[in-house]
C-alpha cells in the first residue's frame, strides 16, 4: 500500500493550500481517512477525519478554516487549507485505515511566513 501526499509548501500567513493523498497498491476498501500534522518540537496530532460516509470530525485549531473531502473513485483525500497561520507550520501526513489496519503517507511540509 502506498500513499502519495502532495501539495505542501510555503504560503504566507491568510494565504491558502491544498493538499492531496492518493492511495494505491490495494484492492481492500478504505474505510477512515485522515489528516495529522507535527510541528518542530511536538507530538503529532490529528486535524482532520473524513468516515467512508463522509462524515468529518475536525481539531478545534482549524474549525472554519480547513475542509476534508475525499473522493473514493479515485482513493483520495484532500485537505483545503485556509486562513493559514504560523501555528499551521507543520509536516502534514495523511492516513487511511484499510480493514484493521492504519497506514501513513510519507509527510508533506506546510510552511507559513511572510
Known amino acids: 500500500v502506498q500513499l502519495q501526499a502532495s501539495g505542501g509548501g510555503l504560503v504566507q500567513p491568510g494565504g491558502s493550500l491544498r493538499l492531496s493523498c492518493a492511495v494505491s497498491g490495494s484492492s481492500f476498501s478504505i474505510n477512515n481517512m485522515g489528516w495529522y500534522r507535527q510541528a518542530p518540537g511536538k507530538q503529532r496530532e490529528l486535524v482532520a477525519i473524513?468516515?467512508?460516509?463522509?462524515?468529518?470530525n475536525y481539531a478545534d485549531s482549524v474549525k472554519g478554516r480547513f475542509t476534508i473531502s475525499r473522493d473514493n473513485a479515485k482513493n483520495t483525500v484532500y485537505l483545503q487549507m485556509n486562513s493559514l497561520q504560523s501555528d499551521d507550520t507543520a509536516a502534514y501526513y495523511c492516513?487511511?485505515?484499510?480493514?484493521?489496519?492504519?497506514?501513513w503517507g510519507q509527510g508533506t511540509l506546510v510552511t507559513v511566513s511572510s
Open positions: 473524513i468516515t467512508k460516509d463522509s462524515n468529518t
Open positions: 492516513h487511511v485505515v484499510m480493514g484493521l489496519r492504519g497506514y
